[in-house]
Protein backbone atom coordinates (compact mmCIF):
# COMPACT_ATOMS: atom_id res chain seq x y z
CA UNK A 1 0.00 0.00 0.00
CA UNK A 2 1.08 3.75 -0.95
CA UNK A 3 2.05 5.47 2.47
CA UNK A 4 -0.11 8.82 3.01
CA UNK A 5 1.85 11.40 1.92
CA UNK A 6 2.47 14.58 4.54
CA UNK A 7 1.01 18.28 3.85
CA UNK A 8 3.56 21.00 4.69
CA UNK A 9 1.87 21.71 7.85
CA UNK A 10 2.22 17.74 9.31
CA UNK A 11 5.84 18.06 8.06
CA UNK A 12 8.70 18.78 10.63
CA UNK A 13 11.51 20.19 10.19
CA UNK A 14 11.37 23.74 11.88
CA UNK A 15 7.59 23.44 12.02
CA UNK A 16 5.62 23.71 15.06
CA UNK A 17 3.10 20.94 16.28
CA UNK A 18 0.36 20.07 14.37
CA UNK A 19 -2.72 22.79 15.00
CA UNK A 20 -5.36 21.05 16.83
CA UNK A 21 -9.20 21.09 16.22
CA UNK A 22 -9.83 24.22 18.46
CA UNK A 23 -7.39 26.21 16.78
CA UNK A 24 -8.55 25.64 13.59
CA UNK A 25 -11.87 27.23 14.70
CA UNK A 26 -10.82 30.09 16.25
CA UNK A 27 -8.79 30.56 13.13
CA UNK A 28 -11.57 30.73 11.20
CA UNK A 29 -13.54 32.49 13.24
CA UNK A 30 -11.01 35.24 13.43
CA UNK A 31 -10.97 35.27 9.56
CA UNK A 32 -14.77 35.25 9.67
CA UNK A 33 -14.99 38.57 11.89
CA UNK A 34 -12.38 40.10 10.05
CA UNK A 35 -14.20 39.51 6.58
CA UNK A 36 -17.52 40.79 8.74
CA UNK A 37 -15.72 44.06 9.62
CA UNK A 38 -14.19 44.66 5.95
CA UNK A 39 -17.60 44.25 4.18
CA UNK A 40 -19.69 46.66 6.95
CA UNK A 41 -16.43 49.35 6.01
CA UNK A 42 -17.30 48.76 2.21
CA UNK A 43 -21.34 48.56 2.23
CA UNK A 44 -22.56 50.28 5.12
CA UNK A 45 -25.89 50.21 4.27
CA UNK A 46 -25.44 46.27 3.19
CA UNK A 47 -25.27 44.22 0.47
CA UNK A 48 -28.80 44.87 -0.49
CA UNK A 49 -29.60 48.58 0.83
CA UNK A 50 -33.70 48.92 1.76
CA UNK A 51 -35.16 52.26 0.21
CA UNK A 52 -34.33 54.44 2.31
CA UNK A 53 -37.42 56.62 3.58
CA UNK A 54 -37.11 59.42 1.30
CA UNK A 55 -37.98 57.32 -1.94
CA UNK A 56 -40.59 55.13 0.34
CA UNK A 57 -42.86 58.17 1.62
CA UNK A 58 -41.70 60.51 -1.64
CA UNK A 59 -45.60 60.67 -2.36
CA UNK A 60 -46.19 62.49 0.76
CA UNK A 61 -43.12 64.64 0.89
CA UNK A 62 -43.71 65.85 -2.81
CA UNK A 63 -46.80 67.16 -1.10
CA UNK A 64 -45.07 68.93 1.52
CA UNK A 65 -42.54 70.24 -1.13
CA UNK A 66 -45.50 71.54 -3.33
CA UNK A 67 -47.16 73.08 -0.50
CA UNK A 68 -44.00 74.88 0.48
CA UNK A 69 -42.93 75.93 -2.50
CA UNK A 70 -47.45 77.40 -3.31
CA UNK A 71 -46.56 79.31 0.28
CA UNK A 72 -42.82 80.77 -0.75
CA UNK A 73 -44.23 81.88 -3.96
CA UNK A 74 -47.76 83.82 -2.22
CA UNK A 75 -44.74 85.45 0.09
CA UNK A 76 -42.59 86.14 -3.07
CA UNK A 77 -45.73 88.16 -4.74
CA UNK A 78 -47.34 89.73 -1.69
CA UNK A 79 -43.61 91.45 -1.23
CA UNK A 80 -43.26 92.44 -4.84
CA UNK A 81 -46.49 94.32 -4.43
CA UNK A 82 -45.59 95.83 -0.99
CA UNK A 83 -42.21 97.00 -2.62
CA UNK A 84 -44.06 98.30 -5.83
CA UNK A 85 -45.93 100.42 -3.19
CA UNK A 86 -43.01 101.49 -1.60
CA UNK A 87 -41.38 102.29 -4.93
CA UNK A 88 -44.71 104.22 -5.56
CA UNK A 89 -44.10 105.80 -2.06
CA UNK A 90 -40.45 107.09 -3.17
CA UNK A 91 -41.19 108.29 -6.30
CA UNK A 92 -43.82 110.28 -4.81
CA UNK A 93 -41.26 111.73 -1.57
CA UNK A 94 -38.92 112.52 -4.95
CA UNK A 95 -41.12 114.58 -6.62
CA UNK A 96 -42.46 116.49 -3.96
CA UNK A 97 -38.32 117.18 -2.15
CA UNK A 98 -37.67 118.19 -6.52
CA UNK A 99 -40.80 120.47 -6.26
CA UNK A 100 -39.79 121.82 -2.97
CA UNK A 101 -36.34 122.22 -3.78
CA UNK A 102 -37.38 124.53 -7.17
CA UNK A 103 -39.68 126.70 -4.76
CA UNK A 104 -36.98 127.03 -2.60
CA UNK A 105 -35.03 128.46 -5.68
CA UNK A 106 -37.54 131.18 -7.05
CA UNK A 107 -36.67 134.60 -7.22
CA UNK A 108 -32.78 133.42 -7.07
CA UNK A 109 -30.29 134.13 -9.41
CA UNK A 110 -28.76 130.82 -9.41
CA UNK A 111 -30.31 128.40 -10.98
CA UNK A 112 -30.76 125.16 -10.10
CA UNK A 113 -31.07 122.69 -13.06
CA UNK A 114 -29.11 122.26 -16.14
CA UNK A 115 -31.14 121.53 -19.24
CA UNK A 116 -30.70 118.10 -20.28
CA UNK A 117 -30.56 117.10 -23.66
CA UNK A 118 -32.90 117.69 -26.25
CA UNK A 119 -35.97 115.84 -26.37
CA UNK A 120 -34.99 114.51 -22.78
CA UNK A 121 -36.64 117.70 -20.65
CA UNK A 122 -39.73 117.52 -18.79
CA UNK A 123 -41.10 120.22 -16.51
CA UNK A 124 -42.80 118.76 -12.81
CA UNK A 125 -46.21 118.20 -13.38
CA UNK A 126 -47.22 117.18 -10.03
CA UNK A 127 -47.36 119.90 -7.04
CA UNK A 128 -46.41 118.88 -3.69
CA UNK A 129 -48.98 118.39 -0.69
CA UNK A 130 -49.96 120.59 1.81
CA UNK A 131 -48.80 119.56 5.42
CA UNK A 132 -51.62 118.54 7.29
CA UNK A 133 -52.95 120.75 10.29
CA UNK A 134 -55.82 118.66 12.03
CA UNK A 135 -56.58 121.20 14.54
CA UNK A 136 -58.71 123.21 11.75
CA UNK A 137 -61.53 120.18 12.28
CA UNK A 138 -60.72 117.92 15.04
CA UNK A 139 -64.22 115.67 14.45
CA UNK A 140 -63.86 115.94 10.63
CA UNK A 141 -59.97 114.41 10.70
CA UNK A 142 -60.99 111.24 13.23
CA UNK A 143 -63.73 110.77 10.63
CA UNK A 144 -61.60 110.79 7.56
CA UNK A 145 -58.94 108.70 9.58
CA UNK A 146 -61.48 106.00 9.70
CA UNK A 147 -63.06 106.24 6.30
CA UNK A 148 -60.74 106.99 3.35
CA UNK A 149 -58.32 104.77 1.88
CA UNK A 150 -54.48 106.35 1.54
CA UNK A 151 -55.93 109.56 2.30
CA UNK A 152 -58.19 109.31 -0.93
CA UNK A 153 -62.05 109.56 -0.69
CA UNK A 154 -65.48 110.17 -2.56
CA UNK A 155 -67.39 113.27 -1.57
CA UNK A 156 -70.66 114.06 -2.14
CA UNK A 157 -73.54 116.35 -0.71
CA UNK A 158 -76.98 115.72 0.26
CA UNK A 159 -80.24 116.96 1.12
CA UNK A 160 -83.43 115.59 1.36
CA UNK A 161 -84.45 117.11 -2.49
CA UNK A 162 -82.35 114.16 -3.51
CA UNK A 163 -82.91 110.92 -1.34
CA UNK A 164 -84.25 108.51 -3.52
CA UNK A 165 -81.04 109.23 -5.90
CA UNK A 166 -79.08 109.23 -2.95
CA UNK A 167 -80.16 105.48 -2.17
CA UNK A 168 -79.54 104.78 -5.62
CA UNK A 169 -75.99 106.42 -5.37
CA UNK A 170 -74.81 104.56 -2.29
CA UNK A 171 -76.43 101.08 -3.10
CA UNK A 172 -74.15 100.93 -6.24
CA UNK A 173 -71.18 102.35 -4.55
CA UNK A 174 -71.52 99.38 -2.32
CA UNK A 175 -72.35 96.74 -5.14
CA UNK A 176 -68.98 98.23 -7.00
CA UNK A 177 -66.90 96.84 -3.61
CA UNK A 178 -65.31 100.12 -1.98
CA UNK A 179 -65.68 101.97 0.99
CA UNK A 180 -63.92 104.87 0.94
CA UNK A 181 -66.98 107.49 0.54
CA UNK A 182 -68.39 110.27 2.85
CA UNK A 183 -71.58 111.63 2.52
CA UNK A 184 -72.14 114.88 3.87
CA UNK A 185 -75.20 115.32 5.23
CA UNK A 186 -77.06 119.16 4.90
CA UNK A 187 -80.13 118.40 7.04
CA UNK A 188 -81.31 115.96 9.49
CA UNK A 189 -83.05 113.86 7.83
CA UNK A 190 -80.61 113.02 5.65
CA UNK A 191 -78.07 112.70 8.48
CA UNK A 192 -80.50 109.70 9.71
CA UNK A 193 -81.26 108.52 6.48
CA UNK A 194 -77.53 107.46 6.12
CA UNK A 195 -76.82 106.05 9.59
CA UNK A 196 -79.71 103.97 9.22
CA UNK A 197 -78.38 102.47 6.20
CA UNK A 198 -74.83 101.94 7.62
CA UNK A 199 -73.61 104.68 5.23
CA UNK A 200 -70.72 107.06 6.73
CA UNK A 201 -71.98 110.47 7.05
CA UNK A 202 -70.62 113.69 8.23
CA UNK A 203 -72.76 116.70 9.42
CA UNK A 204 -70.82 120.26 9.62
CA UNK A 205 -71.27 121.99 12.86
CA UNK A 206 -74.24 124.62 12.50
CA UNK A 207 -73.20 127.83 9.89
CA UNK A 208 -76.08 129.82 8.68
CA UNK A 209 -74.76 130.64 5.50
CA UNK A 210 -74.45 127.33 4.64
CA UNK A 211 -77.23 125.73 6.27
CA UNK A 212 -79.96 127.60 4.68
CA UNK A 213 -78.93 126.45 1.26
CA UNK A 214 -77.89 123.34 2.19
CA UNK A 215 -81.69 122.74 3.66
CA UNK A 216 -83.63 124.32 0.78
CA UNK A 217 -81.40 124.70 -2.55
CA UNK A 218 -81.54 122.82 -5.54
CA UNK A 219 -79.31 121.61 -7.66
CA UNK A 220 -77.01 124.20 -8.38
CA UNK A 221 -77.45 125.74 -5.16
CA UNK A 222 -76.12 122.81 -2.98
CA UNK A 223 -73.74 122.49 -5.88
CA UNK A 224 -71.97 125.34 -5.33
CA UNK A 225 -71.34 124.78 -1.33
CA UNK A 226 -68.89 122.24 -2.23
CA UNK A 227 -66.40 124.35 -2.84
CA UNK A 228 -66.46 126.16 0.94
CA UNK A 229 -67.34 122.61 2.06
CA UNK A 230 -64.27 120.89 0.47
CA UNK A 231 -61.48 123.52 1.52
CA UNK A 232 -61.58 121.50 5.18
CA UNK A 233 -60.83 118.34 3.54
CA UNK A 234 -58.06 119.35 1.39
CA UNK A 235 -56.27 121.24 4.72
CA UNK A 236 -56.86 118.08 6.61
CA UNK A 237 -54.11 117.21 3.89
CA UNK A 238 -56.35 114.39 1.70
CA UNK A 239 -57.24 114.16 -1.71
CA UNK A 240 -61.10 113.95 -2.46
CA UNK A 241 -62.77 112.61 -5.33
CA UNK A 242 -65.87 114.99 -5.41
CA UNK A 243 -69.54 113.32 -6.96
CA UNK A 244 -72.70 114.90 -7.37
CA UNK A 245 -75.70 112.29 -6.65
CA UNK A 246 -76.79 111.47 -10.04
CA UNK A 247 -74.00 109.66 -10.48
CA UNK A 248 -73.65 105.31 -11.28
CA UNK A 249 -70.65 103.71 -10.00
CA UNK A 250 -69.79 100.25 -11.50
CA UNK A 251 -65.60 100.03 -10.66
CA UNK A 252 -63.62 101.22 -8.01
CA UNK A 253 -62.34 104.81 -9.61
CA UNK A 254 -59.35 105.23 -7.48
CA UNK A 255 -58.03 102.22 -9.84
CA UNK A 256 -58.52 104.70 -12.36
CA UNK A 257 -56.84 108.23 -11.48
CA UNK A 258 -53.16 109.27 -12.43
CA UNK A 259 -52.93 111.91 -9.36
CA UNK A 260 -50.36 113.50 -11.19
CA UNK A 261 -51.95 116.94 -11.72
CA UNK A 262 -54.03 119.02 -9.18
CA UNK A 263 -57.36 118.50 -10.51
CA UNK A 264 -58.31 115.48 -12.48
CA UNK A 265 -61.96 115.92 -14.19
CA UNK A 266 -64.43 114.22 -16.35
CA UNK A 267 -65.73 116.18 -19.53
CA UNK A 268 -68.44 117.16 -20.72
CA UNK A 269 -67.15 116.72 -24.50
CA UNK A 270 -69.08 113.68 -26.30
CA UNK A 271 -66.39 112.80 -28.43
CA UNK A 272 -62.10 112.84 -28.98
CA UNK A 273 -61.80 116.58 -30.42
CA UNK A 274 -64.47 118.59 -28.04
CA UNK A 275 -63.37 116.59 -24.55
CA UNK A 276 -59.33 116.46 -24.91
CA UNK A 277 -59.49 119.73 -27.52
CA UNK A 278 -58.97 120.83 -31.10
CA UNK A 279 -58.21 123.41 -33.07
CA UNK A 280 -61.27 125.51 -34.66
CA UNK A 281 -60.34 127.87 -37.32
CA UNK A 282 -63.01 131.26 -37.35
CA UNK A 283 -63.71 132.26 -40.62
CA UNK A 284 -64.18 136.03 -41.37
CA UNK A 285 -64.12 136.72 -45.01
CA UNK A 286 -63.49 140.75 -44.97
CA UNK A 287 -60.09 140.23 -43.11
CA UNK A 288 -59.29 139.14 -46.96
CA UNK A 289 -55.77 136.97 -46.73
CA UNK A 290 -56.09 137.00 -43.03
CA UNK A 291 -59.52 135.63 -43.18
CA UNK A 292 -58.64 132.66 -40.91
CA UNK A 293 -57.92 132.50 -37.77
CA UNK A 294 -57.02 129.52 -35.60
CA UNK A 295 -58.43 129.32 -32.00
CA UNK A 296 -57.89 126.30 -29.45
CA UNK A 297 -61.40 124.99 -28.33
CA UNK A 298 -62.43 122.04 -25.43
CA UNK A 299 -65.32 121.32 -23.80
CA UNK A 300 -65.91 122.63 -20.08
CA UNK A 301 -64.65 120.44 -16.88
CA UNK A 302 -67.71 119.09 -15.35
CA UNK A 303 -67.68 120.27 -11.75
CA UNK A 304 -69.85 117.58 -10.55
CA UNK A 305 -66.99 115.09 -10.45
CA UNK A 306 -62.95 115.64 -10.39
CA UNK A 307 -60.53 114.06 -8.20
CA UNK A 308 -58.63 116.97 -6.19
CA UNK A 309 -55.35 116.66 -4.50
CA UNK A 310 -54.50 118.89 -1.22
CA UNK A 311 -52.40 121.37 -2.80
CA UNK A 312 -51.68 125.15 -2.92
CA UNK A 313 -53.70 125.54 -6.05
CA UNK A 314 -56.14 123.56 -5.50
CA UNK A 315 -57.08 125.26 -2.61
CA UNK A 316 -56.34 128.53 -4.36
CA UNK A 317 -58.92 126.96 -6.71
CA UNK A 318 -61.55 126.50 -4.10
CA UNK A 319 -60.82 129.84 -2.65
CA UNK A 320 -61.30 131.43 -6.08
CA UNK A 321 -64.41 129.62 -6.80
CA UNK A 322 -66.67 130.31 -3.73
CA UNK A 323 -65.37 133.59 -2.89
CA UNK A 324 -66.78 134.60 -6.93
CA UNK A 325 -70.56 132.18 -6.48
CA UNK A 326 -70.69 134.31 -3.15
CA UNK A 327 -70.14 137.71 -4.73
CA UNK A 328 -71.75 137.01 -7.62
CA UNK A 329 -75.72 135.76 -7.45
CA UNK A 330 -76.40 134.57 -10.69
CA UNK A 331 -72.95 132.63 -11.68
CA UNK A 332 -73.23 128.87 -12.26
CA UNK A 333 -70.45 127.19 -10.33
CA UNK A 334 -69.42 124.95 -13.15
CA UNK A 335 -68.50 127.96 -15.26
CA UNK A 336 -67.09 129.64 -12.59
CA UNK A 337 -64.77 126.56 -11.86
CA UNK A 338 -63.95 126.42 -15.84
CA UNK A 339 -62.90 129.87 -16.31
CA UNK A 340 -60.43 129.99 -12.95
CA UNK A 341 -59.17 126.77 -14.04
CA UNK A 342 -58.41 127.93 -18.01
CA UNK A 343 -58.27 131.80 -18.07
CA UNK A 344 -55.04 133.10 -18.28
CA UNK A 345 -52.89 135.59 -16.99
CA UNK A 346 -53.52 138.91 -18.81
CA UNK A 347 -53.37 142.87 -17.98
CA UNK A 348 -55.62 143.13 -14.84
CA UNK A 349 -55.80 139.18 -13.82
CA UNK A 350 -53.63 136.79 -12.40
CA UNK A 351 -54.24 133.21 -14.11
CA UNK A 352 -54.32 130.44 -11.29
CA UNK A 353 -51.09 128.25 -12.26
CA UNK A 354 -52.89 124.69 -11.21
CA UNK A 355 -52.18 121.50 -13.24
CA UNK A 356 -54.99 119.21 -14.54
CA UNK A 357 -56.03 116.11 -16.40
CA UNK A 358 -58.82 115.35 -18.42
CA UNK A 359 -60.35 111.93 -17.33
CA UNK A 360 -60.99 109.33 -20.34
CA UNK A 361 -64.79 110.01 -21.48
CA UNK A 362 -65.44 106.22 -22.29
CA UNK A 363 -64.37 104.84 -18.36
CA UNK A 364 -65.63 108.58 -16.74
CA UNK A 365 -69.04 109.02 -19.15
CA UNK A 366 -71.34 111.48 -19.20
CA UNK A 367 -74.56 110.79 -20.43
CA UNK A 368 -74.59 112.30 -23.45
CA UNK A 369 -71.96 109.95 -24.64
CA UNK A 370 -73.95 107.00 -23.44
CA UNK A 371 -77.02 108.09 -25.29
CA UNK A 372 -75.92 109.55 -28.66
CA UNK A 373 -72.57 107.49 -29.02
CA UNK A 374 -72.54 104.31 -26.87
CA UNK A 375 -75.99 102.99 -27.07
CA UNK A 376 -75.49 102.71 -30.68
CA UNK A 377 -72.35 101.17 -31.02
CA UNK A 378 -71.73 97.65 -30.88
CA UNK A 379 -68.53 97.48 -30.00
CA UNK A 380 -68.53 100.91 -27.42
CA UNK A 381 -71.75 98.79 -26.18
CA UNK A 382 -69.16 96.24 -24.73
CA UNK A 383 -67.08 98.70 -22.92
CA UNK A 384 -67.75 98.74 -18.72
CA UNK A 385 -67.48 102.57 -17.46
CA UNK A 386 -66.28 103.27 -14.03
CA UNK A 387 -68.91 105.65 -13.82
CA UNK A 388 -71.75 107.19 -15.97
CA UNK A 389 -73.02 110.80 -14.89
CA UNK A 390 -76.79 111.72 -15.81
CA UNK A 391 -75.75 115.11 -15.92
CA UNK A 392 -77.44 115.98 -19.82
CA UNK A 393 -80.74 114.61 -18.81
CA UNK A 394 -83.53 116.06 -16.48
CA UNK A 395 -85.32 112.34 -16.24
CA UNK A 396 -82.15 111.58 -14.37
CA UNK A 397 -84.06 108.75 -11.83
CA UNK A 398 -85.46 107.00 -14.46
CA UNK A 399 -82.30 107.15 -17.05
CA UNK A 400 -80.02 105.89 -14.00
CA UNK A 401 -82.63 102.90 -13.32
CA UNK A 402 -82.18 102.05 -17.11
CA UNK A 403 -78.38 102.59 -16.72
CA UNK A 404 -78.50 99.92 -14.23
CA UNK A 405 -80.76 97.74 -15.87
CA UNK A 406 -78.30 97.70 -19.02
CA UNK A 407 -74.93 97.77 -17.30
CA UNK A 408 -75.57 95.45 -14.13
CA UNK A 409 -78.48 92.76 -15.47
CA UNK A 410 -77.55 92.59 -18.99
CA UNK A 411 -80.49 94.14 -20.05
CA UNK A 412 -79.39 94.82 -23.37
CA UNK A 413 -82.70 97.30 -25.05
CA UNK A 414 -83.09 98.70 -21.20
CA UNK A 415 -81.93 102.20 -23.21
CA UNK A 416 -83.80 102.13 -26.11
CA UNK A 417 -86.92 103.88 -25.02
CA UNK A 418 -85.00 107.22 -24.12
CA UNK A 419 -84.29 110.04 -27.38
CA UNK A 420 -80.99 111.29 -26.86
CA UNK A 421 -81.75 114.26 -25.32
CA UNK A 422 -84.47 115.64 -23.34
CA UNK A 423 -88.31 116.08 -24.60
Known amino acids: ?92 QINELSMKLQLAGQGKNEALYKAGPFGTVKALRTNPTVIPDLSINPRLANILEQVAVKKELIVALANSNVKEMLEMWFTNIKRAGFSNYLVVALDDNIENFCKSNDVPVYRRDPDDGIDNIGKTGGNHAVSGLKFRILREFLQLGYSVLLSDIDIIFF ?35 SMGWA ?14 FFFIRPTIPSIELLDRVAYRLSHEPKSWDQAVFNEELYFPSHPGYEGLHASKRTMDIYLFMNSKVLFKTVRKDAHLRKLMPVIVHLNYHPDKYDRMKAVIEFYVNGKQNALERFPDGSE
Open 251 to 285: QNPFDHLYRDSDVESMSDGHNNMTAYGFNDVFDEP
Open 291 to 304: RYAHTMRIWVYNSG
Open 1 to 92: MAGRRESPLMRGGGAGPPLSRGSRIAAAVVVGVALGCLCAFLYPDGLFPRAPDSAIHWPRRAELVACDTSREVGRLKSRLVLLERKNAEFKK
